[in-house]
């Protein structure tokens, strides 16, 4: 949900951003997000039907230059990958941009109900209505 949303967001502000998604287990490569997770972002207009997983790399620590996760032990296993000094991107968790220092994971609706997509959507609408805000000003700046 937070690839579509983001990417949503960015094209609508203008912004010629490179935003991808990826997971640090292989298990469901290949394929679709939840249906509950399509229809969710379906409802707020945004199609991420045509999104497939896929698992991180090390060349995405150095294409990107933030790379986020949703939860903290999701951040964790991002740090054990990256190689110090060699790669570029910077880890954070997504709702440090609502919360900066609190270290909140957006909660997992996978075991949930469409309620808990809802829940899980929102606050990454939020969180990247903050990035927006944030990197949008920085780039007209420059």
């Given at each position: 949900m937070a690839?579509g949303?983001?990417?949503d967001?960015a094209?609508?502000h203008?912004?010629d951003?490179?935003?991808?998604?990826a997971?640090?287990?292989y298990?469901?490569?290949g394929e679709?997000?939840?249906r509950?997770?399509?229809?969710?972002?379906?409802?707020?207009?945004?199609?991420?039907s045509h999104?497939?997983?896929?698992?991180?790399?090390?060349?995405d620590?150095e294409?990107?230059d933030i790379?986020?996760?949703?939860?903290d032990n999701v951040?964790d296993e991002?740090?054990e990958m990256?190689?110090?000094g060699?790669?570029?991107s910077?880890?954070r968790?997504?709702?440090?941009e609502?919360?900066?220092?609190?270290n909140?994971?957006?909660?997992d609706?996978?075991?949930g109900?469409e309620e808990?997509f809802q829940i899980?959507?929102d606050?990454?609408y939020s969180?990247?209505?903050?990035?927006?805000?944030?990197?949008a000003?920085?780039?007209?700046?420059r």
């Amino acid at each position: 949900m937070a690839e579509g949303v983001l990417k949503d967001m960015a094209e609508k502000h203008g912004l010629d951003w490179e935003i991808d998604s990826a997971g640090t287990e292989y298990y469901h490569v290949g394929e679709k997000p939840d249906r509950r997770a399509i229809s969710q972002c379906r409802k707020c207009e945004i199609d991420i039907s045509h999104q497939r997983a896929r698992r991180i790399t090390s060349k995405d620590f150095e294409e990107f230059d933030i790379i986020y996760a949703l939860a903290d032990n999701v951040l964790d296993e991002l740090r054990e990958m990256k190689s110090p000094g060699k790669n570029h991107s910077s880890l954070r968790l997504l709702l440090d941009e609502l919360y900066p220092g609190e270290n909140r994971s957006v909660p997992d609706p996978w075991y949930g109900t469409e309620e808990d997509f809802q829940i899980a959507y929102d606050l990454i609408y939020s969180a990247c209505e903050a990035i927006i805000k944030r990197y949008a000003v920085l780039k007209t700046m420059r």
